[in-house]
Structure formats: C-alpha cells, structure tokens
C-alpha cells in the first residue's frame, strides 16, 4: 500500500522559532550555540508571560506605578516590575547565563556559576520598553542583547559589535520576536493558539532610503542645528513623522518600511534619552543586519566603548541614505 502524503507538507509547515535556533545551533556544530539558543529560548518563554500579563493589564490591576524610582530615576510601573521578574526567573536558572543585566536593577547581576564550562554569556535587557504607553494601550516592547564574557570578566562591559545575539518582542495586535544571531534578522509572531513563535516571511531588509522619520519633535528646539536642518530637509522632501513614543514600536517600523528614528541630544538629555547596553546596541545591531545604519550622529553605534551599564547615547538608526543624510547635516554645522 502506498504510504500516504502528508497532510501538512513539509514545505509549507511554518517554522517555529524552536526550531529555528536549533537549526542555527546544529549549523554552528559548538557547545557554545547550544547554551545560546536555550538562553534565547528563556528570553522567548519570559516574553509570552510578559505577553499575557499585557494582555489582562486593565482587569486584574497590574496597571500603574509602584511607588519606586529606578536607577535612571523613573518612576517604575508595575509591569516593568513583573517583566523584569520573569526575565531573571527564566534566565537566571540556565546554563551558561554568568551576567545579567536591566534597565531596572541597579547594578550587574552575576549569577552563581553554575555547570557553564566554556559557554559563558551576559544578557542585558530592557525588560518593557515604551511603558508610558501601558496606560493608555498603546505598543510596548521588550529588548535583548547578549555577549560571551570570559572567565573573571563579568564586571566588564563590551562594545556592541561584540554581540552574539540580539532581539525584541514588539507586544501591539499581535506579539512580534524579531532576533539576530549575526546572520541577518528574522521574525516569528506568536502563534496564541498554540503559544509558538511561528517565523514570519522571509529575513528582514531595511530599504535604503525611506519616506518618513521618528523623533519626538516637541524637543525640536533643543535640539543641535544638525538635526534641526535634517530634518528641515526631510520635510521638505515630502516624509511623513511617525512617532509610538516607544522605541521597539518605533524601530520595527522603521525596519519593516525604511526611514529614520532618532533620539538626539536635547536640553533636559544631553547625551540623548535611550540607554547603550540594552537600548541602542541590540537595535542598532538588528538594524545593521538589515542592511541599514545606526550611528551616535559622530560615529558607528557598535563602536561606543560603554563605561556603565545605564549610560546614555544620542541615537539615529534606519535606511541607510537616511542616516548618511543626517550624519552630513550634523557634520556641516
Ligand atoms: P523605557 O520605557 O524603557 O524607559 O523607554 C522609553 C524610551 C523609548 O522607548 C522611547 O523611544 C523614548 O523613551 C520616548 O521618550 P520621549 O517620551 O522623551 O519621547
Ligand atoms: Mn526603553
Ligand atoms: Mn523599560
């Protein structure tokens, strides 16, 4: 008897993004890749509960602030607090984890070092990026990065072309992991029904120039002649302004359709708003991969050598040309 075709074909099964990083660690053929995916794996499973804690934010009060500061002087919200809990809950527990690092603790956390033999990696994150839009249901994000750290090194932080993997879930109408382990970007939707990320389309390119810019334009005023003049042009030349007010929203349109998000020097942000370890470093990594550019407005982002976990960095990523533009409009001043 003849065996029978299979329903599903093996051509048209989505891939799921477990499947993913499996594929990518048996092409790697190392330890090493082993303990990345599983730890990419960890950053995927906390990010579906900070999903579902979204999703019921409104009906069981975990909307509003704490009555904390953090480091950067914030007022935490509550589910900066709870994804930044499941993060280290999921982390802090896998082999090969040595640092971790959020934009809610204070300080680096090295974990005890458990059974990590020669696969040691720091994963720095922004647990809930854009969380002044929680109240008011707008696009919120969750942001990774993450580098091998030798051994004695955990106090040590590296530029952001050193990174082996980086990513971020966009939480909007649907949940979106967009990740890059140095072999250009994908991106996975979850699937809610069966709780997988499930890859969407082919790798991601960024085009090289696009039609509108992302900034936050009530600093306008404040901000060097450079900009002011950029961005002058640009609204001469027809682009539209796009602005979530969180930058994961903001950078994945950017990624997926072209053009410019910056967050530049301002007269409250001297040196920029948005943090280099967990903010600038993995966008700008995943932007690069694209085919686009991320620069300081002075220089490669992934360059900067960082001297704190919670330092700032003026920060303008996108569509190639774009950035070009810009960067020769500040250079002119
Ligand atoms: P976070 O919520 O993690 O502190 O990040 C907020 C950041 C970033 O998401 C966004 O691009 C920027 O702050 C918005 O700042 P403004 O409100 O000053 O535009
Ligand atoms: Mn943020
Ligand atoms: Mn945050």
Known sequence: MATPASVISLRTRPQTLQNYLLAAERAARSDGARSLSWIVSAVSSATKGIAARLRTAGLDGALGAVGQVNVQGEQQQALDVIAN?????????????????SEENDELIVVDEADCGACRYAVLFDPLDGSSN????????????????????EQDLQAGRHQVAAGYVLY????????????????????????????AGEPLRI?????????????????????????????????????????????????????????????????????????????????????????????????????SLHQRVPVA??????VTALELALAAT
Request: aromatic fraction near 8%.
């Open 134 to 153: 929680l109240d008011v249901g707008g696009s919120v994000g969750t942001i990774f990065s993450i580098y091998e750290v030798a051994a004695g090194a």
């Open 172 to 199: 909007g109408p649907s949940t979106i992991f967009v990740m890059t382990l140095g072999q250009g970007v994908d991106m996975f939707i979850l699937d809610p029904a069966v709780g997988n990320f499930v890859r």
């Open 85 to 101: 809990e499941l993060l280290i809950a999921e982390l802090q527990s896998r082999d090969g984890v040595v640092v971790l690092g």
């Open 317 to 322: 990523l996108g569509s190639r040309d774009d």
């Open 207 to 307: 085009p090289a120039r696009g039609r509108s810019y992302s900034v936050n334009e009530a600093n306008l005023d404040s901000f060097p002649a450079g900009y002011q003049r950029f961005l002058a042009e640009c609204r001469a030349a027809g682009y539209s302004s796009r602005y979530a007010g969180a930058m994961v929203a903001d950078v994945h349109r950017v990624l997926l359709q072209g053009g410019i998000f910056m967050y530049p020097p301002t007269a409250k942000a001297p040196a920029g708003k948005l943090r280099l370890m967990y903010e600038a470093n993995p966008m700008g990594w995943l932007i690069e991969q694209a085919g686009g550019a991320a620069s300081t407005g002075q220089g490669r982002i992934l360059e900067v050598l960082p001297a």
